[in-house]
């Protein structure tokens, strides 16, 4: 039996109205079972071809591990292989409603023995399929022919939710870069894919030397498994110690942000802000201190952070990810989100809670960041799906 879409909605199924949402930078998100979420660096978002109309965080999970507690967060304990990929849900992004839909890795859908940072997913129109991406940082012996593993880790799935199976590994190629630099190689990255459907990443890569860990911007080939290395931007524009990126379109302009480096570090890093009127370029650098404590331009390592220092975030995170919410009066709401490193309530790894702030905008430049401790939002219901 078919019930017309309306009734479906005020049956509860799918909501007849906005809910108003507050989020808090005081206390961490928990699950439905009050559990604080173990979710850091990835993409939170509602999928148009999902009917469900759930937001969905693609995150990273990190061990139950002594955080550092210092401005460099790098410790052996993230790079055992023991990173997980993690898919939880929410109805409506409200702090206590997440669901754990599947842990990718360590599981079933063949990823290899790795660690893995920085997991992202999008949707790929042309194969409806949706496609997870992860930044492989070094593989257990014998995973790769000849340890030559590439340099993200790619699986797909049917549905947002899972299951992920593993497809592939994949680099741009490296003649298009220079020679891979073993010291300061490809690393973070942010996906993107345009309304006509062709997907690109922004990426990190440490060609250039100490000192540098610029930006690129490339193409990715119809099924978003791999790099058209023929459609590429060169080194962009900005600071040139970066990390950490995200990348999104509002209205004709593209947006890339720069976080600055940080190893997970106390006190996080700042935000470049770059523009284009096509993924591809030309990119303008508008400011390297969107973040108005940390003036991107005089750092000159990754450790220059805290009260004293050249950087000194107000927000004192590390740059995730822009999350576009749908609003109840049709507009979109652009929230931006840092990883509180070497911040978590039990001084673990796996607690370390995030920063969400608005993004204001003037025109089509964004305003420098404010930290909030609380602020609300007025949801979208979801779109119903065709009777």
């Known amino acids: 039996r078919v019930f017309p879409a309306a009734i479906l909605a005020c049956a509860g199924l799918y909501p007849c109205a906005g809910a108003t949402v507050t989020f ?8 439905l079972g009050g559990v604080i979420l173990n979710a850091h660096d990835g993409t939170t978002q509602r999928f148009p071809s999902d009917h469900s109309g759930r937001f ?37 992004l409200s702090p206590t409603s997440w669901r754990l839909e599947e842990i990718v890795y360590p599981g079933s859908g063949g990823f290899p023995s790795c660690t893995y940072f920085r997991s992202q997913a999008v949707y790929n129109p042309s194969t409806r399929k949706y496609v997870l991406w992860a930044n492989v940082a070094g593989c257990a012996p014998g995973v790769c022919p000849n340890n ?29 870069l220079g020679p891979i630099n073993p ?40 099924d978003f498994l791999g790099f058209d290395s023929t459609a590429n931007t060169g080194r962009l524009p900005g600071p040139h110690l970066v990390e950490a990126p995200t990348f999104f379109r509002r209205g004709d302009t593209y947006y890339a942000l720069l976080g600055g480096c940080t190893c997970m570090g106390l006190y996080g890093g700042g935000v470049a802000v770059l523009t284009a ?48 919410v749908p609003l109840a009066n049709g507009d979109t709401a652009f929230v931006w989100t840092g990883d509180r490193w070497q911040q978590a309530p039990n001084g673990r790894y796996d607690q370390q809670p995030q920063v969400w702030l608005p993004l204001n905008f003037e025109g089509d430049t964004i305003q420098p960041l404010k930290y909030v401790s609380s602020f609300s939002l007025n949801i979208a219901p979801i779109s119903m799906p065709p009777v």
């Open 56 to 92: 969905y965080y693609h995150a990273m999970g990190y061990p139950d591990c002594n955080e550092t507690g210092a401005i460099n967060g790098c410790t052996s304990c993230i790079y055992g292989h023991n990173n997980s990929l993690r898919v939880y849900s929410s109805p409506d």
């Open 24 to 31: 808090s930078n005081e206390q961490p998100r928990r699950d």
């Open 148 to 176: 030559t593993c590439g340099a993200y880790a790619i699986g797909t799935a049917p549905s947002p939710s899972g299951p992920f199976t593993f497809q592939a590994m994949t680099q741009p190629d490296p003649s298009t």
């Open 277 to 324: 009127k096509h993924p591809l370029g030309p990119w303008t650098n508008i400011t390297s201190q969107l973040d108005p404590g940390c003036p991107m331009l005089k750092q000159t390592t990754c450790f220059q952070m805290g009260p004293g220092q050249v950087c000194n975030p107000v927000t004192q995170s590390q740059q995730n990810y822009v999350i576009q």
């Open 183 to 222: 010291t300061g190689g490809l690393g973070d990255y942010a996906l993107l894919v345009d309304a006509d459907g062709t997907g690109y990443i922004l990426l990190t890569h440490g060609i250039a030397g100490p000192g540098h860990r610029d930006m690129y911007i490339y193409r990715l080939t119809r």
